[in-house]
């Protein structure tokens, strides 16, 4: 089977547990960063994609050209049916490839939130995973028009764009599920103390946060990788 491709925005992304819970499916991963100029590989040589978030808009084709090649890929990728899960960046370049709209939130998210799953998610493969009120890490202000023809699958009370599909195996979560400690404190500390008060917290709030609600979540981001992984070997 082919592998997956992780397709990452910064030079330091780490892909959280994303890595680790396709290798306890047999799964074996691409990563691809376009910042560091490697070439997007054919639809025929992968089996799917997860596109991860990063520090730019989606819109900054100019200043990050990769971008635009992303966009147009993600679209074909849509198109032939190749399973696909965005996060954050990624959930806005599937709103984006699908030609609908990506524009500033009003707010700057940090921290944990709550998540409220819509009645739709209870039988989607994915997002049946997690419960009303489960807690999930953001850190984005951008946010998206719904695509003509997907499903919302989960809103939150700041944003309420948080999740949907578009098809049968396109998805698209705006919060940061697949995030674990290591690559949390390197986001942190890339950021420094200035840069997180930017965004309206403390480093130490945020690491408080993650002591109470990381756990948690990192189990069901296994599940949503590993439910993913079954997408992906099913449609094969």
Excluded at 34 to 54: H, K, T
Excluded at 111 to 135: C, I, K, Q, W, Y
Excluded at 176 to 191: G, I, M, Q, S, T
């Amino acid at each position: 089977m082919n592998p997956v491709l992780l397709i990452g925005h910064d030079k330091d992304e780490t892909f959280g547990l994303a890595p680790e819970s396709f290798a306890g499916e047999s799964l074996a991963v691409l990563p691809h960063r376009g910042i560091m100029g490697d070439e997007l590989p054919s639809l025929d040589e992968i089996s799917a994609i997860v596109l991860f978030g990063g520090s730019m808009n989606v819109d900054m084709v100019e200043q990050h050209p990769f971008l635009a090649d992303e966009r147009g890929y993600v679209r074909r990728a849509v198109d032939r049916g190749v399973p696909y899960l965005g996060i954050c960046l990624g959930a806005q370049m599937l709103a984006r490839a699908l030609d609908h709209a990506v524009y500033p939130a009003g707010v700057r998210t940090i921290g944990f939130n709550a998540l409220h799953p819509t009645r739709e998610a209870e039988n989607d493969p994915l997002l049946s995973v997690f419960d009303d009120g489960d807690m999930v890490f953001h850190w984005h202000e951008d946010t998206f028009e719904l695509p003509e023809g997907a499903i919302l699958l989960a809103t939150g009370d700041q944003v309420p764009m948080q999740a949907f599909r578009y098809g049968a195996a396109a998805w698209g979560m705006q919060f940061h599920f697949e995030v674990d400690r290591p690559e949390l404190e390197l986001w942190l500390k890339l950021a420094g103390e200035d840069g997180v008060h930017a965004w309206g917290k403390s480093t130490e709030q945020v690491i408080e946060e993650a002591d109470t609600f990381l756990a948690a979540q990192e189990r069901k981001a296994r599940e949503v990788f590993r439910r993913f992984a079954h997408v992906a070997a099913t449609s094969v």
